[in-house]
Protein backbone atom coordinates (compact mmCIF):
# COMPACT_ATOMS: atom_id res chain seq x y z
CA UNK A 1 0.00 0.00 0.00
CA UNK A 2 1.66 3.55 -1.05
CA UNK A 3 0.98 6.19 1.30
CA UNK A 4 1.30 10.37 1.40
CA UNK A 5 2.27 12.12 4.39
CA UNK A 6 1.34 15.71 4.44
CA UNK A 7 2.91 17.65 7.25
CA UNK A 8 3.19 21.19 8.83
CA UNK A 9 4.66 22.43 12.15
CA UNK A 10 2.67 24.05 13.92
CA UNK A 11 0.51 20.87 15.14
CA UNK A 12 3.60 18.79 16.48
CA UNK A 13 4.16 17.64 19.37
CA UNK A 14 5.44 20.20 21.75
CA UNK A 15 5.23 22.78 19.28
CA UNK A 16 3.80 26.33 20.71
CA UNK A 17 4.76 30.09 21.18
CA UNK A 18 4.72 32.52 18.25
CA UNK A 19 5.67 31.69 14.60
CA UNK A 20 8.59 33.93 15.61
CA UNK A 21 9.45 30.99 18.64
CA UNK A 22 9.56 28.09 16.35
CA UNK A 23 10.30 29.20 12.46
CA UNK A 24 14.15 29.60 11.39
CA UNK A 25 16.07 32.02 13.95
CA UNK A 26 13.62 31.41 17.05
CA UNK A 27 14.32 29.89 19.63
CA UNK A 28 13.04 26.35 19.80
CA UNK A 29 13.19 26.21 15.72
CA UNK A 30 15.97 23.08 15.87
CA UNK A 31 13.41 21.63 18.44
CA UNK A 32 10.23 22.08 16.68
CA UNK A 33 12.22 20.53 13.75
CA UNK A 34 13.03 17.34 16.01
CA UNK A 35 8.90 16.84 17.08
CA UNK A 36 7.98 16.84 14.08
CA UNK A 37 10.43 14.07 12.36
CA UNK A 38 10.14 12.30 15.48
CA UNK A 39 6.29 12.24 14.55
CA UNK A 40 6.97 11.52 11.19
CA UNK A 41 9.18 8.67 12.19
CA UNK A 42 6.20 7.02 14.87
CA UNK A 43 3.51 7.56 11.88
CA UNK A 44 6.08 6.03 9.74
CA UNK A 45 6.88 2.92 12.14
CA UNK A 46 3.38 2.16 12.36
CA UNK A 47 2.53 2.43 9.15
CA UNK A 48 4.50 0.17 8.03
CA UNK A 49 3.39 -2.22 10.52
CA UNK A 50 0.03 -1.85 8.89
CA UNK A 51 1.26 -3.11 6.01
CA UNK A 52 2.16 -0.01 4.14
CA UNK A 53 4.61 -0.69 1.06
CA UNK A 54 6.08 2.87 0.13
CA UNK A 55 5.85 6.09 1.92
CA UNK A 56 5.98 9.39 0.43
CA UNK A 57 6.27 12.51 2.93
CA UNK A 58 5.46 16.06 1.91
CA UNK A 59 7.30 18.99 4.04
CA UNK A 60 4.79 20.94 4.15
CA UNK A 61 5.31 24.31 6.46
CA UNK A 62 6.87 27.54 5.34
CA UNK A 63 9.81 27.34 3.14
CA UNK A 64 9.65 23.35 3.36
CA UNK A 65 12.87 22.41 5.41
CA UNK A 66 11.47 21.35 8.74
CA UNK A 67 12.03 17.98 8.51
CA UNK A 68 15.19 16.74 9.29
CA UNK A 69 16.34 14.31 6.00
CA UNK A 70 18.96 12.47 8.39
CA UNK A 71 17.27 11.96 10.97
CA UNK A 72 13.85 10.68 8.76
CA UNK A 73 13.31 7.02 8.57
CA UNK A 74 15.33 5.80 5.58
CA UNK A 75 12.57 3.80 4.34
CA UNK A 76 10.69 7.08 3.27
CA UNK A 77 11.04 9.62 0.15
CA UNK A 78 10.76 12.93 1.40
CA UNK A 79 9.58 15.93 -1.04
CA UNK A 80 11.35 19.61 0.23
CA UNK A 81 11.88 22.98 -0.65
CA UNK A 82 9.13 25.23 -2.78
CA UNK A 83 6.55 23.91 -4.15
CA UNK A 84 4.09 24.66 -6.93
CA UNK A 85 0.98 22.96 -5.19
CA UNK A 86 -0.58 22.41 -2.24
CA UNK A 87 0.20 18.76 -2.02
CA UNK A 88 3.11 18.19 -4.62
CA UNK A 89 3.70 14.75 -5.30
CA UNK A 90 0.17 13.49 -4.02
CA UNK A 91 -1.86 11.45 -7.12
CA UNK A 92 -4.13 8.35 -7.73
CA UNK A 93 -1.19 5.82 -7.42
CA UNK A 94 -1.60 6.16 -3.87
CA UNK A 95 -4.06 4.38 -1.51
CA UNK A 96 -3.92 7.04 1.30
CA UNK A 97 -3.06 10.56 3.01
CA UNK A 98 -2.24 11.16 6.48
CA UNK A 99 -1.69 14.28 8.02
CA UNK A 100 0.86 15.08 10.77
CA UNK A 101 1.20 18.47 12.65
CA UNK A 102 -2.29 19.97 11.64
CA UNK A 103 -3.36 22.72 13.32
CA UNK A 104 -7.46 24.57 13.17
CA UNK A 105 -8.47 26.40 10.65
CA UNK A 106 -8.11 30.43 11.04
CA UNK A 107 -10.49 31.77 13.61
CA UNK A 108 -11.04 28.43 15.62
CA UNK A 109 -11.92 28.98 19.67
CA UNK A 110 -9.65 27.42 21.58
CA UNK A 111 -6.80 26.11 18.94
CA UNK A 112 -3.35 26.40 18.67
CA UNK A 113 -1.67 28.77 16.45
CA UNK A 114 -5.06 28.92 14.09
CA UNK A 115 -4.76 30.36 10.73
CA UNK A 116 -5.65 28.96 7.28
CA UNK A 117 -2.65 28.96 5.01
CA UNK A 118 -1.62 31.93 6.20
CA UNK A 119 -1.58 34.13 8.91
CA UNK A 120 -0.54 37.10 7.39
CA UNK A 121 -2.79 37.43 4.17
CA UNK A 122 -6.17 34.93 4.66
CA UNK A 123 -8.86 35.74 6.86
CA UNK A 124 -10.93 32.94 5.93
CA UNK A 125 -11.73 30.27 3.14
CA UNK A 126 -14.84 28.93 1.83
CA UNK A 127 -15.46 25.74 -0.25
CA UNK A 128 -18.58 24.98 -1.91
CA UNK A 129 -20.07 27.64 0.71
CA UNK A 130 -18.66 25.60 4.22
CA UNK A 131 -15.40 27.44 6.04
CA UNK A 132 -13.06 25.22 6.18
CA UNK A 133 -9.34 25.25 6.53
CA UNK A 134 -6.32 23.80 5.45
CA UNK A 135 -7.14 19.93 6.73
CA UNK A 136 -10.64 20.44 4.87
CA UNK A 137 -8.65 21.85 1.40
CA UNK A 138 -6.37 18.75 1.64
CA UNK A 139 -9.08 16.55 1.80
CA UNK A 140 -10.72 17.65 -1.07
CA UNK A 141 -7.33 17.58 -3.04
CA UNK A 142 -6.82 13.73 -1.77
CA UNK A 143 -10.56 13.33 -3.06
CA UNK A 144 -10.07 14.56 -6.52
CA UNK A 145 -7.33 12.23 -7.14
CA UNK A 146 -9.81 9.43 -5.29
CA UNK A 147 -7.72 8.84 -1.99
CA UNK A 148 -8.65 9.12 1.57
CA UNK A 149 -7.43 10.66 4.42
CA UNK A 150 -7.25 8.10 6.91
CA UNK A 151 -5.53 9.89 10.13
CA UNK A 152 -4.48 13.47 11.19
CA UNK A 153 -2.19 13.87 14.41
CA UNK A 154 -2.06 17.34 15.61
CA UNK A 155 -3.48 19.91 18.69
CA UNK A 156 -6.52 18.93 19.71
CA UNK A 157 -8.82 21.33 18.09
CA UNK A 158 -7.57 20.45 14.42
CA UNK A 159 -8.52 16.17 15.47
CA UNK A 160 -12.22 17.33 16.42
CA UNK A 161 -12.37 19.67 12.90
CA UNK A 162 -10.90 16.91 10.96
CA UNK A 163 -13.45 14.38 12.59
CA UNK A 164 -16.28 16.99 11.95
CA UNK A 165 -15.25 16.91 8.29
CA UNK A 166 -14.29 13.27 7.90
CA UNK A 167 -15.92 11.30 10.44
CA UNK A 168 -14.64 8.37 12.52
CA UNK A 169 -11.03 8.64 10.76
CA UNK A 170 -7.84 7.73 13.15
CA UNK A 171 -6.63 11.22 15.07
CA UNK A 172 -3.89 11.84 17.56
CA UNK A 173 -4.57 14.73 19.58
CA UNK A 174 -0.46 15.53 20.95
CA UNK A 175 -1.42 18.69 22.54
CA UNK A 176 -4.47 20.95 23.84
CA UNK A 177 -4.27 24.65 23.67
CA UNK A 178 -5.14 26.64 26.80
CA UNK A 179 -4.26 30.12 24.71
CA UNK A 180 -3.38 30.70 20.85
CA UNK A 181 0.25 29.88 21.36
CA UNK A 182 0.33 28.30 24.45
CA UNK A 183 -0.43 24.56 24.88
CA UNK A 184 -0.16 21.57 27.37
CA UNK A 185 1.77 19.16 25.79
CA UNK A 186 2.09 15.06 25.48
CA UNK A 187 5.80 13.93 26.65
CA UNK A 188 7.56 13.16 23.29
CA UNK A 189 7.67 9.18 24.17
CA UNK A 190 4.21 8.96 24.64
CA UNK A 191 3.45 11.24 21.55
CA UNK A 192 5.49 8.51 19.71
CA UNK A 193 3.21 5.27 21.03
CA UNK A 194 0.27 6.89 20.37
CA UNK A 195 1.04 7.84 16.84
CA UNK A 196 2.41 4.38 15.76
CA UNK A 197 -0.34 2.03 16.92
CA UNK A 198 -3.21 4.71 15.25
CA UNK A 199 -1.08 4.68 12.01
CA UNK A 200 -1.24 0.96 12.00
CA UNK A 201 -5.01 0.81 12.66
CA UNK A 202 -5.61 3.23 10.18
CA UNK A 203 -4.21 1.02 7.43
CA UNK A 204 -5.35 -1.94 8.64
CA UNK A 205 -9.53 -0.15 8.46
CA UNK A 206 -8.42 1.08 5.23
CA UNK A 207 -8.40 -2.22 3.69
CA UNK A 208 -11.33 -3.17 5.27
CA UNK A 209 -12.89 -0.13 3.43
CA UNK A 210 -13.57 1.90 6.30
CA UNK A 211 -12.57 5.65 4.89
CA UNK A 212 -13.82 7.26 1.67
CA UNK A 213 -12.33 10.48 0.19
CA UNK A 214 -14.36 13.73 0.19
CA UNK A 215 -15.60 14.01 -3.22
CA UNK A 216 -16.72 16.92 -4.80
CA UNK A 217 -18.71 17.21 -7.96
CA UNK A 218 -18.80 20.21 -10.20
CA UNK A 219 -18.63 22.86 -10.36
CA UNK A 220 -16.50 23.16 -7.42
CA UNK A 221 -16.54 26.75 -5.49
CA UNK A 222 -13.82 28.38 -3.53
CA UNK A 223 -14.22 31.62 -1.76
CA UNK A 224 -11.64 33.37 -0.15
CA UNK A 225 -11.50 36.72 2.34
CA UNK A 226 -8.04 38.04 2.42
CA UNK A 227 -6.58 40.68 5.04
CA UNK A 228 -6.01 43.84 2.51
CA UNK A 229 -8.24 44.67 -0.24
CA UNK A 230 -4.86 44.96 -2.57
CA UNK A 231 -4.77 41.12 -2.30
CA UNK A 232 -8.04 40.64 -4.01
CA UNK A 233 -7.59 43.76 -6.05
CA UNK A 234 -4.95 41.58 -7.48
CA UNK A 235 -6.60 38.06 -7.51
CA UNK A 236 -9.76 39.84 -9.52
CA UNK A 237 -7.38 40.42 -12.41
CA UNK A 238 -7.22 37.32 -12.98
CA UNK A 239 -9.65 35.54 -15.75
CA UNK A 240 -13.11 34.52 -14.12
CA UNK A 241 -12.60 35.57 -10.50
CA UNK A 242 -15.56 37.13 -9.27
CA UNK A 243 -14.65 40.08 -6.57
CA UNK A 244 -17.32 39.25 -3.97
CA UNK A 245 -16.56 42.40 -1.62
CA UNK A 246 -13.42 44.60 -0.84
CA UNK A 247 -11.10 42.04 0.48
CA UNK A 248 -13.35 38.65 -0.65
CA UNK A 249 -12.80 37.05 -4.11
CA UNK A 250 -14.49 33.59 -5.55
CA UNK A 251 -13.99 31.43 -8.50
CA UNK A 252 -16.07 28.70 -9.77
CA UNK A 253 -14.41 25.84 -11.54
CA UNK A 254 -14.26 21.97 -12.26
CA UNK A 255 -12.42 21.00 -9.48
CA UNK A 256 -10.88 22.29 -6.15
CA UNK A 257 -7.54 22.59 -8.09
CA UNK A 258 -8.48 24.78 -10.89
CA UNK A 259 -10.53 26.67 -8.16
CA UNK A 260 -7.17 26.56 -6.08
CA UNK A 261 -4.56 27.49 -8.94
CA UNK A 262 -6.88 30.48 -10.10
CA UNK A 263 -7.66 32.41 -5.86
CA UNK A 264 -4.67 31.24 -4.28
Known sequence: MKVFIITDLEGAT???????????GGRIHEEAKRMLTSDVNAAVEGLFRGGATEIVVLDG??????????????????????RLSELEGLDSSFDAVVVIGAHAMAGTPSALLCHTLSHETIVNIWLNGELVGEIGLWAAIAGYYNVPIIMVVGDYAATEEAKKLLGDIEVVAVKRATSMYAAECVHPSVARKLIASAAERSLIRLRRGEFKPLKLEPPVELK???????????????????????RTVLYRGENILECMRAIL
Open 14 to 24: GVSGSWEDFNP
Open 61 to 82: HGAAFSILLEDLDPRVKLIRGK
Open 224 to 246: VEYMLPIHAERIALRSRVIRVDG
